[in-house]
């Protein structure tokens, strides 16, 4: 009775497994999923773990003690272990036979998605420029092998970032050279102050329209809302009047002086504004409140 009981309960778990319908961690090999709930990822085709690549490649450990290992290491489970494979491939070939055709030496960017899997996406759709000119993560990003990986600007960039977006974005690079910029003493604000190369948090080309734009999370006292807002804040935001990186004029404006800004809108002055007269050559004089107001629909208090 009982060996009939045991050839059933056999049968009925083959047929179980055949249907995919098994409970976790039954049968001789249990899921991904099982083995990810468990603290220990599954085992990757050709799997070779760290600890052995190290015994040729000392850059192995120096990833292991820099900022990329130690956070693999502080996630758990076997991730820092399995982290060679992750991005080089199977291993176990190249175990038997170190030559360089069968390891993968320098991966692509689907490398990295392996973990970081929702960046390529955001990379995509926020700068979609970054996307067609083909930039893999490696052109930005320290893989943290080099010894000194500890000194690599967070996270895990190859130099600051204005220095490194420069390399490309030359145009807005130098315009930090202008007389007024957006600097830190005699330093340019980083560009990830207002960028995000990936998509998280803000877009990467910026909503400067928005009230709750970039700009106003450092000149609050400009975010409004007004009564009476200034017109071009809905269309253009602060770069209707505003330069955002380098201007010549103190205020970061797009023209050397206020005069010439105003009339680009407001060609129709009234007749009484002899601009002739240094009086009426002052818009903010008497229109004060540029950025809107609570008062006055002619922006002459705030």
Sequence with gaps: MIARSALLAGCLTLLLLAAGLAPAGSGPVASAQDADQEGAAPQLAGFVPREDCAACHDEAE???????GRAMAARGGDLLSRSCVTCHGPGDAHIEDPTPENIVRWPASDACATCHGAMPGR?????????????????????GHAEGAEKVVEPLLKTRP????????????????????????????????????????????????????????CHEDKAGPHV???????????????????????????????????????????????????????????????????????????
């Design 62 to 68: 120096t990833f292991a003690a820099g900022p990329h």
């Design 123 to 143: 990379l995509a759709l926020a700068n979609a420029a970054h996307e067609r000119n083909a930039l893999a993560c490696t052109d930005c990003h320290d893989e």
């Design 162 to 217: 204005f220095d490194l977006c420069g390399g490309c974005h030359r145009t807005e690079a130098s315009s930090f050279l202008r007389p007024f910029a957006h600097r830190d003493g005699g330093q340019p604000f980083d560009c990830t102050s207002c960028h995000t190369a990936h998509g998280t948090g803000r877009v990467g080309r910026l909503a400067w329209s928005s009230q709750a734009g970039v700009c106003t999370e």
């Design 228 to 302: 009476f807002p200034h017109p071009p804040l809905a269309v253009d935001g602060c770069l209707a009047c505003h330069q955002p990186h380098g201007s010549t004029n103190p205020r970061m404006l797009t023209r050397r002086t206020v005069l010439n800004l105003c009339l680009e809108c407001h060609a129709d002055v009234p007749a009484f504004h002899d601009l002739s007269q240094a009086r009426f050559r002052n818009c903010q004089t008497c229109h004060s409140a540029v950025h809107g107001s609570n008062r006055d629909g002619r922006l002459f208090d705030e």
